[in-house]
């Protein structure tokens, strides 16, 4: 059967930059900890399972700096296979306490095939999750793209020289965790702005992705909305987010991770059990937090926490292929619908947060699996595409003129800047300016050690105060205090590093506590935070 249509998946993996090396049971970090067991070890496992079937993926995976530096930094490293260890303990007490009640021994038994999972690929890998990515995309299985250097929102960076770094600072650390330069980039938050088409391709990039308003907004210069690639008038190939496709997947109130089958994200055995039974897993403090165990199913939405039913691993199964079924259906409806209209093969783009996939919708690296597998064994006219590979093989794209978008709430930048967290841009943008000034004055002076070190820590701080992740924190209300402190932190740590050295007073033991603790980006000179030279 002649092919229809293609389709891209884009999952953006991201996780802000949290290490605590002198705490042993930090609760932020188990941000990363819960991520890695239940998104990045099931999607590494289903990758590799369909490569190693002779099914290719064809999927592109975005992967922040920040996260690789996690997902390469051996202190976190060990405290993640503490974290493993340590929840494989626990269920193995559970496995003695739901002994005698199926209903709960079920998906005890799933998690424990979860954590186990998650124990073997770490070992196989002594614990750098980094190097099957790398070989899945050096094999042609998948793409690997990058995004800004600590994921700030680029069009509320308002200095040209802080955009140049994010993305400067992004491509050498991918080219050294790849070792390739890397093609696409990822706009964090799919937040676009037309200033930003230079600054891209004169950093090396061939491609990125825009909100499907951002094409919608260009009218007749866009006459297949965002079923094809386009291009800016500097050359840089674009891609426009599908609406539907990504909704199916993302939302829980109209889409699929609502279904009553699948696992209840918000009730956890860290607020159901024993404190006393509980307490070896929680923090230093003793208090209750998530673990990460979840027993029970959505059963009905509105329902109180309280009256969910104890989740089945193979009736959520039922429920995944059904809709995975229905996710390949409703695409075929689209090509098809296009092509009577058009007389053209449609490109549908589905982009979603990697995160997802396994740690909000539980099922999901399985319905990624199961969709992948459809298309090969149903012998469907669809096929997965990366986008260098779609670029390469298409006629030469129309030129666009996008419009200005993101793909938060209300479709702008309303989630970074509102009467929430709108009071810390005045830190953000001092120490930039800070930064840009000193880098300026000391770029072409002979520096010691001290002096480069203290310099390339205000560079990295900087960076760091710029991450979107403490604005939209702030705004959701989640880990709030948190948030408010690490912005003003790396704040205040960039404009007394550099004032140190302005008046060359360093404090050599505060700086080395810094780069401990923020040890990301070991190649940053803090020259990218220079101007452009004029004559």
């Not at 891209?200 to 951002?214: I, M, N, Q, R, V």
């Not at 509102?418 to 880098?439: H, S």
Request: aromatic residues 12%; proline residues 5%.
């Amino acid at each position: 059967m002649a092919q229809r249509g293609s389709l891209m998946f884009v999952l953006h993996a991201h996780l802000p930059y949290v290490n605590h090396p002198q705490d042993s049971a930090f609760l932020e970090e188990n941000w990363f900890f819960e991520a890695v067991v239940e998104t990045y070890v099931p999607l590494i496992s289903v990758l590799e399972r369909l490569a190693g079937e002779g099914i290719r993926p064809g999927v592109a995976v975005s992967i922040s700096p920040t996260l690789g530096a996690m997902l390469e930094n051996e202190a976190l490293e060990a405290k993640l296979v503490l974290y493993v260890e340590s929840r494989l303990e626990l269920i193995g007490k559970e496995l003695e306490r739901a002994k005698d009640d199926p209903a709960l021994l079920r998906p005890v038994q799933l998690y424990h095939e979860l954590y186990s999972e998650a124990a073997e690929l770490l070992h196989k890998y002594s614990g750098d999750l980094i190097t099957p990515l790398k070989a899945l995309q050096h094999a042609g299985q998948i793409e690997i793209i990058t995004t800004a250097a600590t994921h700030a929102v680029l069009p509320l960076l308002t200095r040209p020289e802080a955009v140049r770094a994010q993305l400067a600072v992004a491509a050498e650390d991918y080219e050294d965790r790849f070792n390739c330069k890397p093609s696409g980039f990822w706009l964090p938050e799919c937040a676009y702005e037309p200033r930003l088409n230079s600054y891209l391709k004169l950093s090396g990039f061939s491609y990125t992705f825009a909100e499907s308003h951002a094409v919608e907004a260009a009218g007749a210069q866009a006459p297949n909305g965002v079923y094809s690639p386009y291009r800016t008038s500097n050359g840089l190939g674009l891609f426009a987010r599908d609406a539907a496709s990504s909704r199916e997947v993302w939302s829980a109130r109209f889409g699929y991770p609502g279904d009553p089958a699948y696992r209840e994200f918000y009730r956890d055995l860290g607020f159901d059990g024993d404190l006393e039974y509980l307490r070896p897993y929680l923090g230093s403090d003793g208090a209750r937090r998530p673990l990460g165990l979840k027993y029970h199913r959505i059963t009905d939405a509105g329902a109180d926490l309280s009256a969910k039913q104890y989740y089945d691993p193979d009736a959520a199964l039922e429920r995944v292929e059904a809709h995975a079924a229905d996710f390949l259906e409703r695409r075929m409806k689209q090509t098809d619908d296009f092509y009577a209209a058009r007389g053209a093969r449609p490109l549908i783009v589905s982009c979603y947060d990697a995160e997802l996939f396994g740690h909000w919708w539980f099922e999901g690296p399985a319905f990624l699996e199961a969709v992948i597998r459809r298309i090969r064994q149903e012998r469907l006219p669809l096929q997965f595409v990366t986008p260098t590979e779609y670029l390469n093989s298409c006629q030469e794209p129309g030129e666009i003129s996008p419009g200005i978008s993101s793909w938060g709430e209300n479709g702008y930048f309303d989630p970074w800047v509102n009467e929430t967290n709108d009071f810390i841009y005045p830190a953000v943008y001092a120490a930039t300016d800070k930064m840009i000034e000193t880098a300026n004055r000391f770029r072409n002076q002979d520096l010691n050690s001290l002096c480069l070190r203290a310099l390339n820590q205000a560079a990295r701080e900087t960076l760091l105060a710029q991450s979107s992740d403490w604005a939209f924190l702030l705004y959701i209300g989640s880990h709030a205090a948190y948030a408010k402190g690490r912005l003003e932190d790396h704040a205040a740590n960039a404009v007394r590093l550099l004032g140190e050295v302005i008046e060359k007073k360093i404090d050599e033991a505060a700086l080395a506590a810094l780069e401990r603790q923020n040890n990301l980006f070991p190649r940053l000179d803090f020259r990218v935070f220079a101007s452009v030279s004029k004559f």
